[in-house]
């Protein structure tokens, strides 16, 4: 019941965090593009935005942001987890557990701190001294809410977890937040195991 | 009032300050360092215990520093003016591009502005102490000119709303490149000039990748001590009023480095070694300087009434302008006129 | 593993310290030995590489910071994610991903399979090489492993070629691209020293030649030990040649992304950029190019972002945290003071740049404590030239160390079908020492790096 809920509740955060590295990847599209005009602008027209520095760090703010949560729903955020691999199931999900426990304390702070940065920000109305004098409280509000929502994702990720360590689920806790390596080291066995063509050797 | 040079027994108290960007400058190694690190501790009789750092060694990069001294790590701070204008816009309009070529004049227009500046500043619980110039703010390029004039559409590397203004209006072509990579800029031709103070330029090794520059000082980057309010308002006031003699001395001998590092920083970079202490003597390829003519004096003040000031009250607000008329007008003697 | 030998470094200076009649150091050196202990354990239990980074950064706050340091995270975090020069990074993921999509790093490494297959090492050979290349038009050894990393892995995923060893040679070929000229460092070295910047870049090369033929021997020692006897068939010229066309689309981009930095067209940021626009077109010439693909590129690309960007919270709350404590300038100042030979002065400080790489950011490292160990070096008659370069090295070191390197954790974050990180660990280990043997030599002979400064001047 609990588990199912803490389940849909995932997959809808997981949705938007799939939208929301979308549009950070098209950021940095954009931000080529913008670098690109700036470059080519001022060779051959003589024109440039005179803000490249800025907008650019915003894109890269927005970006890095933006893409956190779904980093983590594809579980490609970097653990070192050798030694835990090593160990047997049972005792593995706990440490799965306590991982994403810390993983949630430094999300709780990071939100914390990104907001706080928002409201001074706010508090002195602050804008960037390039010539189109953007508000901070924009890009860095925007960055502030890409972190808020892999706190949040990580949240449930972890109450999730722990329900399912509850029941006795100890595969399903490794398949929320056990390493990418994990499937594909299964996947691997499997080609090893003969389905493997077409290797060209050398080395 | 407090004696500079003594104070009375107390409780020790222990001081942190942040002061300048990285830690081999002048303002630095003589100034801040001896004074804030030996010079006042010893004056108080061991009372004072301060430590001294500059933003690099923080990972700084400037624009935080207000924040910084507001958020209680650091106790006194120190970044340009205009650095920090973001926060708070008002302060920009003390070192506006062309206002002031004369460091006398610079100076006066800077410290009448504080008491207008500390009412704005002391609403996000920081106040100004002193404030002190770099050496004269100058361009440097890569291309010989004889007057700036013929620096009409070169590709410029600028830093901020008001010098982006100026370099604008003079003709030129302002581009936004990250300060790392002006070095690198200059020596390709990514930008032909770039504007740094004098002396940053030779520190930064800009002489080996540039071989000419202005020596009329377009800006100061007029800085300041920002302190945190909080701290200063709780301070033992004997130890304030001994903080508030010394630093009163200390600006003095900033005011006096920064007038005599615009020099040296011209003398070195042009390879003469007698007018060269401070930075290092350029003997490789040394740089030729121009200097401005009556024409070129003319069309900078001209450029700083006609667009960097109405510009920057632009950004600013109307209160801008109106305080700019109140404080400022009178002693550089342009005034603001709304359009 | 490197941060209890720095606690081990730490313990025998303070040691040796005393026994000359030193005061004494007022090092915790207790509390030093447990926070190397919970970095390990940290790491050892599989905690999120940035949780802890960033959590042991708190703690240490709470313990010994008598200063509000949590008002001041927001600022912390905010720097790296909006730094301009960072902003390269993303758009050299971002060409590469679409050049892998268009096909043409798969024909790159094709085509230079047919010259290089009957080599000892084969195509690792092309991981060094090419990071070389791509080192000299850019100052990030981040973004120097990520490019080429995104255009080698998937194309090595389906060979037999021994993954650490792919993983390894990668992340040594993006410890280059600090060293190979042009290169971020040297700009601050230059900055904090008053070096000349110039004198630095020609001072880099010899070395950054020595370092790139140790990586190849080290390759060619491994094609000769392991499956040297299944190279293939030689394949006649006329194939050989045929196959160099596919070398011309990249080729052209290199050329063009080099030529528009050297050119002065742009910086090697703004080149970046250009990079992905000309990959692109080059996609659209080979009917490739849809919206769709670039959408796809664009997605991992975020991802490989966030996964740097988490580490860099995690990495500079940390480093906010000791240098506000000043515990990097605390311990330089202690390794300088220490009273033996010069030499081996040198080599303790080299140490201790080794150790502090393990945790700290390269940048950070050198400007907190190059002002401290700088005049020492200068005292002790050792050129500032050759330090600026070796420094340099010892931050390259620092990337690839493991457990904590940025380099790393991009290849990793990039391997096309995961697998444990210790792969990048265990692959990077032959080149982290011939690197290390690299840095000894130049300790030996300075002559390596100041003879081609000399002879051209
Ligand atoms: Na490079
Ligand atoms: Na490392």
Redesign the pocket.
Known sequence: MLLGALATVRHALQSVARAMNRAAGWGFVVCSLLVTFDVLGRKFLGVSTQATVELTGYLLAFGIAFGLAHTLAERSHIRIDVLVMRLPLGLRQYLHLAAAALLVCLLGILTWAAWSLVEESHLFNAHDTSVIAVPMVLPQGLWAFGIAVMALFACVLTLEAMARLAVGDAAGVERLLGSRSLDDEAKEALEAAGTRTGAKETA | AQSATSLPPGPKVSIITLTQPIPNVPQYTLVDKPWFGEELPKRSGGRLVIKTGTWAENSLSGPEILRLTRSGQVDIGAAPLTTVSGDVPLLDGVDLAGMSPDIQKARRIAEAAVPTANKELERVGVRILGVFPYPAQVIFCRQGFSSIADLKGRKIRTFGASLNDFVTALGMQPVSIGFPEVYSALERGVVDCAVTGSGSGNSGKWPEVTTHMTTLPLFWAVTAYYANLAWWNKLDPAVRGFLEANIKEIVDLQWKLGADGSADGIACNTGKADGCKIFNLVTKNPMTAVAAGPADQAQISKIFADTVLPGWVKRCGARCGELYNEVIAPISGVKYVAK | M?AFLLVVLLVLASTIWAMFGGQALGLPVGELVLLAGLFLLFFGAGIYVAAALGLLGMLIGLMYSDRPFWLFLGQTIWAPSSNYVLVAVPLFLLMGEILLRAGLSEKLYRALNVWLARLPGGLLHTNIVSCAVFSAISGSSVATAATMGSVALPYFERTRYNTRMVLGSLAAGGALGNLIPPGITFIIYGLITETSVGQLYIAAVMPSLLVTLLFIAVILWHGLTHGRMQAPARLPLEARLRSLVDLVPTTLLILLVLGSIYGGLATPTEAAALGVVGAAIFALIEGRFSLRMLQDSAEATARTTALIGLILFGAYLLNFVLTSLRVPQAMAEMVSALPLPGWSIVALILLFYLAL???MEGFSMIITTVPIVFPIIVALGYDPVWFGVVVTMMVE?????????TV?YVLQGMRPSGGPITDVFTGVMPFLAVYLLAVAILLALPEIALWLPRAMS
């Open positions: 490197i790489g393990t945790f070191i620092a990337l690839i160390s493991p457990p904590d390197g790393m």
